[in-house]
């Protein structure tokens, strides 16, 4: 942890209390000076202090900023979003965490973005991502599991999400196959997972979660305003968008940890509880077939299984499923 992230996690340990600069530069290791210096940068990040002569400094306000200091501030994981690679704007934060990936970055970083020029979907389709508004981040991790597996990672991470939003925001999401949390008739996050492995040996999966959080109906352009909602939107408040990750980082590393002990068995049972997708009769659209059937059910490998019409059941490794 660097200076500001020390400061503000003491913060964080005293809502609402004064801390002196004779603590804080002993927490911090640092002068007196140095506090003050570091405190006046935080000031220029937005974050407003109260300061009284003997009683020291009190944290006012935090901004709706997602700084590396601001999520690691107070974060209880052991490795999920312990680093945090922030910035203000980027193309995409894919390749920046595959870069980062490749280079060796520890399983559980978070690279993210306050605006992305050019998110993306899946096949090449665009991610609208504006400035400031959602939560644009890609996760790294290094999980020791067969290739076959790796799409399980998919749906994990949707309970995750799901249950964080469940959580914070009191709102009833639901998974659409494969990787699109909706509200209503309306889609508030889509997640998309790009894997390095080689032949039988996964290096790492880079997952990126994008979450329209406190977005209004006038940020999204006509087309997607029809078919996508923000949390903001549809709770009527806006969300603290770190407080927010930092409660994905914990849900996922404890949905993540048991995964790897016990096995699919407790993500398939929480994503079909929660699933959008299963009894509904659905196209099915992959890269060579298409196919119309009854979702009945994930199998333990949690790939789709499609009834058509003639009881045939299909399995639906990869593909677009429209209702
Ligand atoms: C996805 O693809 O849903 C995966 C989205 C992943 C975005 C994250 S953000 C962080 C990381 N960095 C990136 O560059 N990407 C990841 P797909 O299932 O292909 O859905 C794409 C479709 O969703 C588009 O064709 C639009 O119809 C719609 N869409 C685009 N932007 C949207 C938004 N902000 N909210 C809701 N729907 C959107």
């Not at 974050?47 to 009190?58: D, H, I, L, N, P």
Request: net charge negative; with cysteine.
């Amino acid at each position: 942890m660097n200076i500001k992230q020390v400061i503000l996690k003491a913060f964080h340990d005293h809502p609402g209390e004064f801390i002196s600069g004779e603590e804080l530069s002993q927490t911090c290791g640092c002068s007196r000076t140095a506090v003050w210096k570091h405190i006046e940068e935080l000031r220029k990040d937005g974050y407003e202090f109260e300061a009284v002569r003997k009683s020291g400094y009190r944290l006012l306000i935090a901004p709706d900023r997602l700084s590396a200091a601001e999520i690691t501030a107070g974060l209880d994981t052991k490795r999920i979003g312990q680093q945090v690679i922030a910035h203000d704007e980027v193309v995409s934060t894919q390749p920046l965490a595959q870069e980062a990936a490749a280079r060796g970055a520890k399983e559980g970083t978070l690279v993210l973005a306050e605006l992305q020029t050019g998110g993306k979907g899946r096949l090449g389709r665009p991610w609208h991502s504006p400035k400031g508004t959602g939560i644009w981040m890609s996760l790294i991790i290094r999980p020791a599991i067969p290739l076959p597996k790796t799409p399980q990672m998919t749906l994990l991470t949707a309970v995750s999400v799901a249950r964080t939003i469940r959580e914070e925001t009191g709102l009833p999401v639901k998974i659409k196959w494969p990787n699109d949390i909706f509200i209503g008739d309306k889609k508030v996050c889509g997640i998309l997972t790009e894997l390095n492995a080689e032949s039988d040996r996964v290096n790492y999966l880079v997952i990126g979660i994008g979450i329209n959080a406190n977005s209004v109906e006038e940020d999204f352009p006509q087309d997607l305003a029809k078919i996508a909602t923000s949390l903001r939107i549809e709770s009527g408040q806006s969300l603290k968008r770190a407080s927010f990750i930092q409660q994905f980082c914990r849900f996922f590393e404890e949905e993540y940890d048991y995964y790897l002990e016990n096995g699919f068995g407790r993500v398939k049972q929480e994503w079909e509880a929660h699933s959008y997708t299963i009894g509904r009769w659905v196209n099915v659209q992959t890269i060579s077939q298409r196919l119309e059937g009854r979702a009945i059910a994930l199998d333990d490998e949690g790939v789709l299984m499609v009834e058509d019409q003639a009881g045939v059941v299909h399995k639906v490794y990869s593909a677009d499923v429209n209702y």
